[in-house]
């Protein structure tokens, strides 16, 4: 019984082994989608740049009137997000 299942999956295997490796192929309408990416990245870069100018004026601004410091946080949180969308592409590349 075990002899005859080893004989099976070696049958299996060596018809996997026929088979061969497909070459991958991009699907149609690829290029409208990574240059709906392209522009998305684009805009997530833009983003990040004015609300990193707006938070420093806000931090310069809080500064200059004495009032409550919020912006540090703004700023911060802006950079945090900024490397995140930058580094998706990154991450997505290393996965595959």
Request: charged letters at 10%.
């Amino acid at each position: 019984m075990i002899l005859a299942a080893v004989a099976d999956t070696l049958v299996f295997t060596d018809t996997l082994a026929q088979i061969g490796n497909p070459t991958p192929e991009a699907p149609p309408l690829s290029e409208k989608i990574l240059q709906m990416v392209r522009y998305f990245t684009w805009f997530i870069l833009l983003s990040g740049i004015i609300a990193i100018t707006y938070a420093g004026g806000k931090f310069a601004w809080e500064k200059w009137t004495g009032g409550a410091m919020q912006s540090p946080r703004m700023v911060a949180g802006a950079m945090i997000g900024g490397v995140v969308a930058t580094s998706g592409g990154t991450i997505m590349n290393a996965m595959i």
